[in-house]
């Protein structure tokens, strides 16, 4: 069965600090990986979303890359705020219209100040 | 913008009532909009499938007769979930699917709690 995994259920760095959450799948071989922001209590943010044929993506302050032979996305953000703190979701597609996303259970991301 | 929203944010009922959630796009049209249930730490669990004008598509073991899905139209889709239950209390959030590309957009979610 498919499966996908975010290492670290929790994942704690100073401010100023790049942080990098890992995503990981087996089973599976998605048409793109999508990266969301979720605070508590709230419903996903889409962040970014990056295709199979694309090695990396940048927006601002983040970027995600994407691995398909070692099945793996990485997601980093650079110069981290005590506003980035949150929990980061990926999510994997496929093109298939009207498909939906399989999610990894989230990073929960702190920023010390 | 794609904004979808859901209604009642938070709602606290008695165990064996029935509860309503409204999920509507607001300025987009949507022919398929997905249920997910999320349950603390945990990732969001796909319920259901909704494509205006026509039957859910459920995922296996929801029970489509406990969790009852109508997309009346191409921006609303309601979940009442029947005879509800304490192990039913859980984050219920949907999403709905804007043009041709498959991008999602969710609603902010709905916290259910079955006393």
């Known amino acids: 069965s498919q499966k996908i995994e975010q290492n670290s259920e929790a994942l704690n760095i100073q401010e100023g600090k790049t942080a990098t959450l890992t995503c990981n799948y087996t089973n599976y071989s998605p048409a793109y990986l999508q990266w969301y922001r979720q605070d508590p209590g709230r419903g996903p943010v889409f962040l970014l979303l990056i295709r199979e044929n694309e090695k990396e993506k940048r927006k601002e302050r983040l970027k995600v890359t994407f691995d398909t032979t070692l099945k793996q996305s990485l997601f980093h953000i650079t110069a981290s705020q005590p506003a980035d703190s949150a929990t980061y979701l990926c999510?994997?597609?496929?093109?298939?219209?009207?498909?939906?996303?399989?999610f990894g259970k989230g990073t929960t991301l702190s920023v010390s100040s | 913008g794609a904004v979808v929203s859901q209604h009642p944010s938070r709602v606290i009922c008695k165990s064996g009532t029935s509860v309503k959630i409204e999920c509507r796009s607001l300025d987009f049209q949507a022919t398929t909009m997905f249920w997910y249930r999320q349950f603390p730490k945990q990732s969001l669990m796909l319920m259901a499938t909704s494509n205006e004008g026509s039957k859910a598509t459920y995922e296996q073991g929801v029970e489509k007769d406990k969790f009852l899905i109508n997309h009346a139209s191409l921006t609303l889709s309601t979940l009442t979930v029947t005879s509800a239950h304490p192990e039913d209390s859980s984050f219920y959030i949907c999403?709905?699917?804007?043009?041709?590309?498959?991008?999602?957009?969710f609603g902010p979610g709905t916290r259910l709690t079955v006393l």
């Open positions: 999403s709905a699917i804007k043009g041709g590309d498959n991008e999602q957009f």
């Open positions: 999510a994997l597609g496929e093109d298939q219209a009207g498909t939906a996303l399989i």
